[in-house]
């Protein structure tokens, strides 16, 4: 992987994932600087050692904005605005992409969005183990640098997460089923049942595996989701709409004793609930893709991209040679059973590939 010029990183904002990153990062060996617009949360991280101080200057290689989706845009335009840094990298842990890649077009930033978090708040919930194998998005565009994807891939691959690359508005439509819509059907299922057992108290003492496991997200902070779930109402407002059809047909179902149909719908969930992408391989079954790209925009997007479309995670990538000239190499680090295929895809769009 592209090193980054400095092992020095700055945190906007403290809550939970702001500061999780701070401790991640300094455990495999940077130095951490952080605000917070709480005075109080800002002094508690540096009690705690989350942070070494407020500090910022330019010679700071990654800044990560870790405020509310709402925030994120003005904060990194201020940042990126006031650096004469051309290798800084700013990105940002939003739940929604779309409306910030719009509104940020530095080369410099490049928008990601960690699926992690925790039923803990805040500071008191942070844990320098939080990313540790989990799918970290990243939405390049036309306007990213090579350098600037391939050295946060390594960064975020350096604190145990798996990297995807995804358009901004194709995350917001996915996370949109993945994330938000289970977070408010989460909340809905709480809700009602807490209904019901005020008349019969004891449904909570009922509660199994199940129910636990559905509505365990209804724990997490509710202050930080209105903003995010707003910012992508659109996709959230669809995917509603087709879930409401879905639970319509199944109480069709139920009406008229469909016996068929409740245990076919039962057993697709199953199988698919089964075959859910896993975690991180072991070194010996990686493979390493050489991929030649010329030196035009959205070049390094499409790579990454095609590997998300074919649930191919790279594991490490790697500039082999400087692609600001005519040409360049990508090496990529692959599960090894998919490097046929993903090898095939790449080749009918173009790419020249070898495999190491």
Known sequence: MT????????????????SSIALALRDVGWSVTG???????????RAANVVDGPEYDDDVALVVIATPAGAVAKAAGEILHGSRNERLIVT???????????????????????????????????????????????????ATKPETYTTLHGVLRELGANVVAVDADDHDRLVAVASHVP???????MN?????????????????GGFRDM???AAGDP???????????????????????????????????????????????ASARRQLPG?????????????????QPGVLAAVTMAASEMLVNIYDIEIAHGIEGSSGTLLLAIDARLADTFSLVLAERGFQVGRE
């Open 183 to 189: 977070h408010l059907l989460a909340g809905a299922l």
């Open 92 to 142: 940002d842990v939003a739940g929604v992409k779309g409306s910030i890649v719009r509104e940020v077009s530095d080369p410099r930033f490049l928008a990601g969005h960690p699926m992690a978090g925790s039923e803990l708040r805040g500071l008191a919930g942070a844990r320098a183990d939080l990313f540790q194998g989990c799918t970290w998005v990243l939405t390049p565009t036309s």
């Open 192 to 208: 009602e049942a807490t209904r019901v057992a005020e008349q019969d108290a004891v449904l909570l003492q009922l509660a199994a």
């Open 223 to 269: 202050s930080i989701w209105p903003d995010v779930l707003f910012e992508n109402r659109e996709a959230i407002g669809q995917s509603l709409s087709a879930l409401e059809d879905r639970l319509k047909s199944l109480r069709e179902a139920l009406n008229t004793d469909d016996h068929v149909a409740i245990a076919s719908d039962l057993a697709q969930a």
């Open 215 to 217: 509505t365990r997200v």
């Open 279 to 295: 975690r991180a391989l072991s070194s010996e079954n990686l493979a390493y893709l050489r991929v030649a790209v010329s030196d």
């Open 3 to 18: 090193s980054p010029n400095s092992r020095r990183a700055h945190l906007v904002g403290l809550g939970l994932i702001g």
């Open 35 to 45: 605000v917070d617009n709480d005075p109080a949360v800002e002094k508690a991280a």
